[in-house]
């Protein structure tokens, strides 16, 4: 049996309000983290701030796809501001 265009059109506006707020969820958990780092208090464009969360993300997905015999994720390594892999910051 056929949904009626009506009843997909209800569905689709519901799964779009339940998309919103879970991204208002992880946008509201994402900041708060961000300024519990610090990142509030630094003077920073928008395009810098973009570029250095997608670096993170991109950091993590690398992470999640290295594990161990055992299953866990291989021991991150820490960064400093200033510092990428392999490179310790001057100063």
Known sequence: MKKPTSKIREEIARLQEQLKQAETRDAERIGRLALRAGLGELDLEETQLLAAFEELAARFRG???????????????????????GQIAEG
């Not at 390594?77 to 892999?85: A, D, I, N, V």
């Open 63 to 85: 992470a999640a796809g290295k594990r161990t015999d055992a299953g866990r994720t291989s021991k991150a390594t820490t960064l400093h501001p200033g510092e990428t892999e």
